[in-house]
């Protein structure tokens, strides 16, 4: 190539740009001490379940999560005094920890009161956008290095939170939502739908019952003939209720394989016991 290509090429580039990228949209502002971005091509950042994945924000004390267009879908401020804790590879983590027919948003957020870190770790369902539960709050003097990851580590269907806490021991906890699922236990706040987990069903079932408000309240199960098989009365509360079928009809005797339906006033659903 000769000089005089050489030069006018470099002539034609800055006048015409190298081939770029253009901003698509921007979303503005944010904390420039606690904000940062997360997203990846793969599911597990697909929060709203339309088979793209999302952009997810963490500012300081909210997280955002974004079409690929820029809209906001859902936006939320976590627990006060708490922020999102961005100094991991990512504090959100999408999984079906519950088995019912949405994901989960795992959240890890913490707050330095000046001299111990606090950590937390929340579950949101991702159609709701309910706060599901809590964890307890695993404190420690100094500095605390806590690493979250969710996945079904027991093939149960459900994944498991395993947090790693603690300082200078620290210990692994295994959180799985099975644990959580004793009769009578409720979960104030939570406004989902309801469901029956497992099924196929062996010999337990345990329903998950949204209530608007407090009031015992009853719970009909019948055949695909519609034959009532066993019905069941739980003292209800604002929330969540859990309660717990032994797959007997109301004579004590166990119900024969094959579909069965569920009501409770406007919750229902259908449900496969095998033996």
């Not at 002539?11 to 997203?39: A, H, I, K, R, T």
């Not at 196929?200 to 019948?222: C, L």
Request: glycine share 10%; aromatic share 10%; proline share 5%.
């Amino acid at each position: 190539m000769s000089k005089l290509q050489t030069v006018l090429g470099i002539v034609m580039l800055c006048s015409f740009g190298f081939p770029n990228y253009q901003v698509e949209w921007s979303l503005s502002p944010f904390d420039p001490n606690q904000s940062s971005v997360f997203s990846q091509d793969a599911a597990d950042y697909d929060v709203d379940g339309d088979g793209v994945p999302n952009v997810v924000v963490a500012d300081g004390g909210k997280f955002m999560v974004l079409s690929g267009s820029g809209s906001v879908v859902w936006s939320e401020d976590v627990p006060s005094p708490f922020v999102v804790w961005v100094d991991v590879d990512s504090p959100f983590h999408i999984a079906n920890t519950d088995n019912d027919a949405n994901k989960e948003l795992v959240l890890e957020v913490y707050y330095w009161n000046g001299s111990s870190s606090h950590y937390k770790f929340l579950v949101y369902d991702c159609v709701t956008h309910a706060l599901d539960y809590v964890s307890p709050d695993m404190n420690s003097r100094g500095t605390v290095t806590n690493i979250c990851t969710v996945t079904d580590v027991d093939d149960d269907g459900m994944s498991e939170i395993c947090v790693l806490a603690g300082y200078p021991s620290r210990t692994l906890n295994v959180y799985g939502w099975t644990s959580a699922l004793d009769e009578g236990a409720v979960v104030p706040g939570r406004r989902g739908r309801s469901t029956a987990v497992p099924s196929p069903a062996h010999g337990v079932v345990r329903f998950s019952i949204p209530r608007a408000a407090d009031g015992e309240f009853g719970i009909v199960i019948a055949d695909m003939a519609g034959r009532i098989v066993r019905s069941l009365r739980s003292a209800g509360r604002a929330g969540l209720n859990l309660v717990v079928w032994d797959c007997r009809d109301d004579s004590g005797q166990e119900v024969p394989c094959g579909t069965y339906v569920y009501s409770a006033g406007e919750a229902t659903g259908r449900l496969e016991v095998v033996r």
